[in-house]
Nanobody, 124 residues
Framework: QVQLLESGGGLVQAGGSLRLSCAAS????????MGWFRQAPGKEREFVAA????????YYADSVKGRFTISRDNAKNTVYLQMNSLKPEDTAVYYC?????????????????WGQGTQVTVSS
């Protein structure tokens, strides 16, 4: 079992920045990939970014490429999402995910464990 706890969400103006953190516990974090997903009101959950077990690969949705950066510190069992140049359309609840199922890092099916989410609101 893996427990995930997100933090760092909040209210920011368009063009601003936020850094989300996700602290993991229960298993060594280098045994699973980690990712960020988001869900806006009335919309389906969507992939944002993911990172391999040893940071060997990163993956981004086209909508955030060049603005968001995912990283991880396995010594601290933590994954980060640095979000720059935020837009109102980035407003959503952001969820951290962890897992090592086969398949694409872009798919929610890869991940068995999910955090409770943290709200990000970008005002125009």
């Amino acid at each position: 079992q893996v427990q995930l706890l997100e933090s760092g969400g909040g209210l920011v103006q368009a063009g601003g920045s936020l850094r989300l953190s996700c602290a993991a516990s229960g298993r060594p974090s280098n045994t699973y990939a980690m990712g960020w997903f988001r869900q806006a009101p009335g919309k389906e959950r969507e992939f944002v970014a993911a990172i391999g077990r040893f940071s060997e690969s990163t993956y981004y949705a086209d909508s955030v490429k060049g603005r968001f950066t995912i990283s991880r510190d396995n010594a601290k069992n933590t994954v980060y999402l640095q979000m720059n140049s935020l837009k109102p359309e980035d407003t959503a609840v952001y969820y951290c995910a962890a897992g090592d199922n086969s398949g694409s890092h872009y798919s929610g099916r890869k991940y068995d464990y999910w955090g409770q989410g943290t709200q990000v609101t970008v005002s125009s």
